[in-house]
């Protein structure tokens, strides 16, 4: 098997984006940004950054289960 034949067996299956995963992002990103001790800007950059794509996902999945409920899938 070729390495390009790995990748097109792969199964992607849809994700699933919950409130506690963004409530759990949000609280790191906080909880490093307002730390006493010294939290590399990098990290509180990288924690903000991976809070708001998940947000951006969940709204996509919303966007997507609203459009299926209603036939234009």
């Given at each position: 098997?070729?390495?390009?034949?790995?990748?097109?067996?792969?199964?992607?299956?849809?994700?699933?984006?919950?409130?506690?995963?963004?409530?759990?992002?949000?609280?790191?990103?906080?909880?490093?940004?307002?730390?006493?001790?010294d939290v590399p800007?990098?990290?509180?950059?990288?924690?903000f950054?991976?809070?708001r794509?998940?947000?951006?996902?969940?709204?996509?999945q919303?966007?997507?289960e609203?459009?299926?409920?209603?036939?234009?899938?």
């Amino acid at each position: 098997m070729d390495a390009g034949d790995e990748h097109s067996m792969a199964v992607n299956p849809p994700l699933f984006i919950s409130d506690d995963e963004i409530h759990a992002a949000k609280y790191d990103w906080l909880a490093a940004r307002d730390a006493d001790a010294d939290v590399p800007p990098e990290r509180v950059a990288l924690l903000f950054e991976y809070y708001r794509a998940l947000i951006s996902l969940q709204a996509r999945q919303l966007a997507d289960e609203f459009r299926a409920r209603r036939g234009r899938a």
